[in-house]
């Protein structure tokens, strides 16, 4: 069975920083496209970020790049996402997502998902 596990969401003043994971389990990990979506409250699930399973293809979009950062460890199984220069419209609950063909910035073509963790940017 496969379980995604997101942790280090929080509050945070507008600004600051903050780093997911995920944490993968039941997954070939190595051999999956993992995402980040995120989903503010009363708004439809978007995509953040996704990179290859090697790590050697990366897509952002265009709200955060310059200020988000993907990677992933494989030895790990595991996915981050670190988030400098937080604005409050980045408030919302960021999802981790696999799935075992290419890049893909589209969420239901995204196989499993994580439960979510919550991140809030305070003005």
């Known amino acids: 069975q496969v379980q995604l596990v997101e942790s280090g969401g929080g509050l945070v003043q507008a600004g600051g920083s903050l780093r997911l994971s995920c944490a993968a389990s039941?997954?070939?990990?190595?051999?999956?496209?993992m995402g980040w979506f995120r989903q503010a409250p009363e708004k439809e699930r978007e995509f953040v970020a996704t990179i290859s399973w090697s790590g050697g293809s990366i897509s952002y979009t265009d709200s955060v790049k310059g200020r988000f950062t993907i990677s992933r460890d494989n030895a790990k199984n595991t996915v981050y996402l670190q988030m400098n220069s937080l604005k409050p419209e980045d408030t919302a609950v960021y999802y981790c997502a696999a799935r075992y063909q290419y890049l893909s910035t589209i969420a239901h073509e995204y196989r499993y998902w994580g439960q979510g963790t919550q991140v809030t940017v305070s003005s």
């Open positions: 039941g997954l070939t990990f190595g051999a999956a496209t």
